[in-house]
């Protein structure tokens, strides 16, 4: 049997698209197998860097995330206010010192000069204005060689980037600050204009020597504003910065000199695609010139008194937070040659008692050494007696013995005591005795007496050793070999206050014309008249009894303890500082009435109403007693004394200053004049302060000394000015032998007129109405007898004038009885009992007059 053959499967679609896929896929194969292997590597290369491409967007997207966490607000920028200098002024505009954490003025973008500008950026970022805040390639760089290096080394800084660095981040190299560094930079540009930034930048770096900003800096080295500053000026100024120390024109010239060069170079390179403005023939002429760099002017030692008052006032008036900030300028009233003239002064005289009283070195050995007195324990401040032990020529310091303990004291700085410049061994021998005051107190503490439970013995020794060189080690003493002084000076009819010294030296501390609170002497004799004056019941024809009298067991006595004048004018009593004529008057008046009055007159210090308080036994502030004074001066109008007159912001609004004390009427004009007329009588011929004459124009005033000579003072004025003096030491020593007010104090009250007069004509002290001349009998102060050739006019006020007429000498007079009877012409006055000791304030008064 035959098979039949199997018929063939009929084709699907499927089947006959695979076929037909077959070619096409031997095609693509045969290419692919044709195709270079180098493209299937760059192939994969592409691939990887796609890849790395994209995790190094991530990294770097990753690195800004992390690094721009936490970044400060650039727009805080907008708000710069850096901490400024605070400028403080005399009357005249001169600058007395200055205020500052930071010494920096900030000013306008505008108050900048254009040659400035350029300098600036031809020294630090020359395409400042090109640039969007970062220098790529510098930051590459940058990189490079801190990757090399291992550390960041150099800053490729553009001006945007220092600015960010200044103000915004901490100045650390460390590649985390400058990556913040670098995300900031580009936030300020987008936040700020160039000008902007610019404005901070010329504001706020640093030019040297602490001062901040093209302001101070111009101020420091060439004694202008910015405003004011050429091309050659502003060049040597651009190139500071880069290293403050190392190219200052004060102490490195020459090195700042090649700096300058070097932007003058980039000037003259880039000044066409930059800054055309600048004329090639200004470039060159900057290099040919030499800027003068100006002497430092302000010495603060001079005002150091209003400085320290300017401190205090602004920070009550404006607050702590805007004290800090600075900014301000302080407007004093004082006048700074006028203070200077002042503290020239001050010395002189202190020099000149320095002299009499020997108190220039070298020491002096005691003829009978004895022991000084010991001391429990040493105390800041305190004035002891001590002996020197030895001296340290190398170091200049003197070794001394303190009651007992030990200490060291530095030549240096007792110029005055030294002028022949000694070494400390020939200026301090062994054994000689001076005043000293201790500053700081011996370093170190004292160890435990008992043993901590457990310690070894020579741990024990350890310790012991330890404690005994900390005992040992010595307190710092400050030789205290001369008296101090302070001086004031104020204008009478505004209080301004045109001079303040409060110290020989200058310079921050005791300011002895505010602070330091003394007996002031006869100078306190002036407020009883002045009293009896107002109250109609004295005038200076006055007559008042000197002669001995005795009050419980207080005796007071003249400075000449052996003469008594007997019957004598007011006048005469003021004019001879008699001491008697003052106690009785003030029992007249009452001790009580005199100290209210005395407040009245602006002593805010306590007083002692007794008897005592006319010969000025209460302690006063120097401060008081001369603006008291300058109340006279005035007409008899109190206002309080004026340091500050106007405080400019920082924005350059003036700041309110707090209101000043109502002023007050004392005394009319009449009564002033009155007042005025006796104390002339001080400072002609026959008074305690005859040599003021030789200043050839009108004066009054008062001199004043305290018991033994511890205080001697004079205060005083003319028509234009006031002054008060007072000299002493601060630990109430007596000024030596036969030294006064006339003596010591005088002299520099002379100085001081002279220097606020000056050209000034001499005035007569003007006569306001309600003020009378009439003649007088010298001696009883009545109307004059008939006949009588020795009259003298004498001015009263208005209705106080004398109505009884003077007998003639030969007609017997009462008051005679009544003085042998208070026996004032007894010669052999006896002595007083008892201990022999004087009872209560003891307060004397000048030497005789001439």
């Known amino acids: ?27 693509a194969a045969r290419t692919k197998r044709e195709r270079p292997r180098w493209w299937k590597w760059t192939r994969r290369g592409l691939i990887a860097l796609a890849v790395l491409a994209i995790l190094g967007l991530l990294g770097v997207t990753g690195v800004f995330w992390y690094f721009g966490r936490d970044l400060p607000d650039v727009a805080s920028l907008r708000a710069y206010a850096p901490p400024q200098t605070t400028r403080v002024l005399d009357r005249h505009g001169e600058t007395i010192g200055e205020i500052f954490s930071e010494r920096r003025t900030v000013i306008p973008l505008d108050q900048i000069p254009r040659e400035m500008i350029v300098s600036v950026l031809a020294a630090e970022d020359s395409d400042f204005y090109q640039h969007e805040g970062l220098d790529y390639t510098g930051i590459v760089r940058a990189i490079l060689r801190g990757v090399e290096e291992g550390r960041a080394v150099q800053g490729a800084s553009t001006i945007t980037q220092q600015v960010v ?45 602490g001062r901040y900003g093209v302001q101070e800096a111009a101020r420091f080295y060439f004694g202008k504003d910015a405003s004011e500053l050429t091309l050659a000026e502003a060049s ?46 200004a470039i060159e002429a900057a290099r040919e ?80 050494a004895r022991a000084l007195a010991p001391v429990d324990a040493l ?55 001076a005043r000293v005051s201790i500053l700081e107190l011996p370093s170190g503490a004292r160890a435990d007496d008992d043993e901590e439970e457990g310690a070894s013995d020579e741990g024990a020794r350890d310790d012991e050793r330890a404690s005994e060189v900390a005992t040992e080690t010595p307190a710092i003493a400050r030789l205290e070999l001369g008296p101090q002084a302070a001086a004031i000076v104020i204008e009478p009819r505004t209080r301004d206050v045109l001079a303040i010294v409060g110290s020989y030296e200058g310079g921050a501390g005791f300011d002895r014309a505010r602070q330091a609170r003394r007996q002031p002497g006869s100078t306190f004799k002036p407020f009883v008249y002045a009293l009896g004056v107002r109250e109609r019941r004295m005038t200076p024809a006055t007559v008042m009894i000197d002669a001995p009298v005795v009050y419980e067991e207080w005796r007071p006595q003249n400075y000449e303890t052996w003469q008594n004048e007997g019957p004598v004018r007011l006048r005469v009593a003021l004019a001879g500082s008699i001491n008697l004529v003052a106690v009785r008057a003030i029992e007249d008046l009452g001790p009580a009435n005199v100290a209210a009055f005395a407040r009245e007159l602006g002593v805010e210090s306590e007083l002692d109403a007794s008897l005592a308080l006319a010969l000025g036994a209460s302690e006063v502030r120097p401060i008081e007693l001369v603006n008291a004074y300058a109340t006279f001066a005035a007409g008899g109008r109190w206002e309080a004394p004026r340091f500050i007159s106007r405080i400019v912001g920082s924005d350059g609004r003036d700041v309110p200053l707090p209101p000043r004390p109502a002023a007050r009427d004392v005394l009319d004009p009449a009564e002033a004049y009155v007042v005025t007329s006796m104390l002339q009588s001080v400072t002609a011929a026959g008074g305690t302060a005859a040599r003021a004459t030789r200043l ?46 006339g003596r ?79 026996g004032a012409f007894d010669d052999d006055e006896p002595e007083p009992e008892g201990d022999g000791e004087r009872r209560g304030p003891e307060v004397f008064e000048d030497e005789p007059p001439p």
């Open 236 to 281: 040597l100024l651009a190139g500071i910065p880069q290293a403050p120390a190392r190219l200052s024109p004060r102490t490195h010239l020459e090195a700042a000199r090649r700096r300058q060069a070097y932007v003058l170079r980039q000037l003259e390179q880039k000044r066409e695609a930059y800054w055309p403005d600048i004329p090639l023939e």
């Open 696 to 741: 050839e124009r009108p004066s009054a005033g008062k001199t004043g000394t305290s018991n033994e000579a511890k205080d001697a003072w004079f205060v005083g004025y003319t028509p234009n000015v006031v002054a008060g003096v007072w000299i002493g030491y601060d630990d109430r020593r007596s000024l030596g032998r036969r030294e006064s007010g």
């Open 744 to 822: 010591a104090a005088l002299p520099v009250w002379m100085s001081l007129i002279r220097a606020a007069e000056g050209r000034r004509p001499a005035l007569e002290f003007p006569r306001p109405p309600g003020v009378v001349s009439v003649s007088i009998d010298p001696a009883s102060g009545l109307l004059p007898y008939p006949g009588q050739t020795d009259a003298l006019e004498e001015v009263f006020l208005e209705g106080t004038a004398p109505t009884e007429v003077a007998r003639p000498p030969d007609v017997a007079d009462s008051s005679t009885f009544l003085m042998e009877q208070l």
């Open 379 to 433: 105390r800041l401040g305190r004035t002891y007696d001590a002996e020197v032990t030895g001296a340290d020529d190398e170091r200049g310091v003197i070794h001394l013995d303190v009651g007992g303990h030990r200490a060291i004291a530095e030549l240096r700085g007792l110029a005055r005591f030294n002028p022949d410049n000694l070494s400390a061994s020939a200026f301090a021998p062994i054994g000689a005795r």
């Open 1 to 27: 049997m035959t098979r039949r053959p199997t018929p063939a499967p009929k084709a699907t679609p499927k089947a006959t698209a695979t076929r037909g896929a077959r070619p096409a896929a031997r095609a």
């Open 165 to 209: 660095k200044l103000l915004l981040l901490t100045p650390e190299r460390t590649f985390s600050r400058k990556f913040r560094e670098l995300i900031l930079a580009r936030r300020v540009e987008r936040e700020l204009s160039k000008d902007e930034i610019l404005h901070v930048y010329l504001n706020h770096i640093n030019f040297g020597h």
């Open 289 to 368: 010139a030499e800027p003068r760099i100006v002497p430092r002017a302000i010495d603060e030692a001079e005002g150091a008194e209003i400085m320290t008052l300017a401190r205090r006032e602004l920070r009550e008036i404006v607050g702590a937070d805007a004290f800090g900030r600075g900014g301000f300028v302080v407007h004093t009233t004082l006048d700074l040659g006028l203070q200077r003239a002042a503290r020239g002064a001050v010395r002189e005289g202190l020099e000149a008692l320095d002299g009499r009283q020997r108190l220039r070195g070298p020491l002096s050995r005691p003829r009978r």
